[in-house]
């Protein structure tokens, strides 16, 4: 029997993190749910901890991540972000493709803001030999799958993008057909043009050599050297 830890990681996720987390509360079959806040200055924390176990650790999704995974006790993990709401329809396809064999997987997408260049945007990552798999569609994995491949990398962005590249080499990766919904407001307030041409162009980079680290500036990602005691 599956049982299915979700691990959220935050950062001044006030505004969201109510939704996100009550939407999860609607399936039975979520075993528990684990915040982890790499240090909010916001009501996060106490929004979060009415739906969830809330941890606190060093700044850094990746980080934040590993770290939700180290105290979860279920047989598999599901990591979402804060801003995307994951519907109890979805969960049970996870669960019920973990329990048929596969050790991994991600949901379709969608936006939560209507625009045909965000729906196209969302239909790309839908074809076969793209797939590319962001955070923000939802990642599952068994436990074993992801000790295997030794979790997150220490990166400040595209660890998503190397854990489902590792759990697919390793694996039994599933593109499932369910669809998850994802917040636009980094489309909203960098406008859906600029934003898609800085994301492609962190990506090229990304696959032609580039270490994350030397591209998170750019995306305005927090410094893994501000840490929570």
Same mark, same amino acid.
């Given at each position: 029997?599956?049982? =299915?830890?979700?691990?959220? *990681?935050?950062?001044?996720?006030?505004?969201?993190?109510?939704?996100?987390?009550?939407?999860? @509360?609607?399936?039975?079959?979520?075993?528990?749910?684990?915040?982890?806040?790499?240090?909010?200055?916001? +009501?996060?924390?106490?929004?979060?901890?009415?739906?969830?176990?809330?941890?606190?650790?060093?700044?850094?999704?990746? @980080?934040?991540?590993?770290?939700?995974?180290?105290?979860?006790?279920?047989?598999?993990? &599901?990591?979402?972000?804060?801003?995307?709401?994951? /519907? *109890?329809?979805?969960? #049970?396809?996870?669960?019920?493709? &973990?329990?048929?064999?596969? #050790?991994?997987?991600?949901?379709? &997408?969608?936006?939560?803001? *209507?625009? /045909?260049?965000?729906?196209?945007?969302? +239909?790309?990552?839908?074809? /076969?030999?793209?797939?590319?798999?962001?955070?923000?569609?939802?990642?599952?994995?068994?436990?074993?799958?992801?000790?295997?491949?030794?979790?997150?990398?220490?990166?400040?962005?595209?660890?998503?993008?190397?854990?489902? @590249?590792?759990?697919?080499?390793?694996?039994? !990766?599933?593109?499932?057909?369910?669809?998850?919904?994802?917040? +636009?407001?980094? !489309?909203?307030?960098?406008?859906?043009?600029?934003?898609?041409?800085?994301?492609?162009?962190?990506? =090229?980079?990304?696959?032609?050599?580039?270490?994350?680290?030397? &591209?998170?500036? =750019?995306?305005?990602? *927090?410094? /893994?050297?501000?840490?929570?005691?």
């Amino acid at each position: 029997m599956v049982t =299915l830890s979700v691990i959220i *990681p935050t950062l001044n996720e006030a505004a969201v993190i109510d939704s996100t987390l009550r939407t999860l @509360r609607r399936s039975d079959l979520v075993h528990e749910v684990i915040v982890v806040d790499g240090g909010s200055s916001d +009501a996060t924390t106490e929004i979060a901890a009415r739906h969830a176990t809330v941890h606190h650790g060093s700044r850094g999704r990746a @980080r934040q991540m590993n770290a939700g995974a180290e105290v979860a006790t279920g047989s598999a993990y &599901l990591f979402l972000h804060a801003d995307t709401l994951c /519907p *109890p329809s979805a969960i #049970t396809a996870a669960v019920s493709a &973990l329990e048929r064999g596969a #050790t991994s997987g991600t949901f379709q &997408l969608q936006f939560d803001m *209507p625009s /045909p260049m965000l729906r196209f945007y969302a +239909a790309c990552t839908r074809i /076969p030999w793209i797939r590319i798999c962001f955070g923000d569609r939802g990642l599952f994995c068994t436990r074993d799958a992801f000790e295997q491949v030794a979790g997150f990398p220490d990166w400040l962005i595209f660890e998503d993008l190397e854990l489902a @590249r590792r759990l697919h080499e390793a694996g039994s !990766f599933h593109f499932l057909d369910e669809v998850v919904t994802t917040s +636009a407001r980094r !489309f909203r307030s960098t406008g859906i043009v600029r934003q898609q041409m800085l994301n492609l162009r962190l990506w =090229l980079q990304y696959i032609t050599g580039t270490h994350p680290d030397t &591209l998170a500036d =750019l995306y305005e990602y *927090p410094s /893994p050297s501000e840490h929570v005691e």
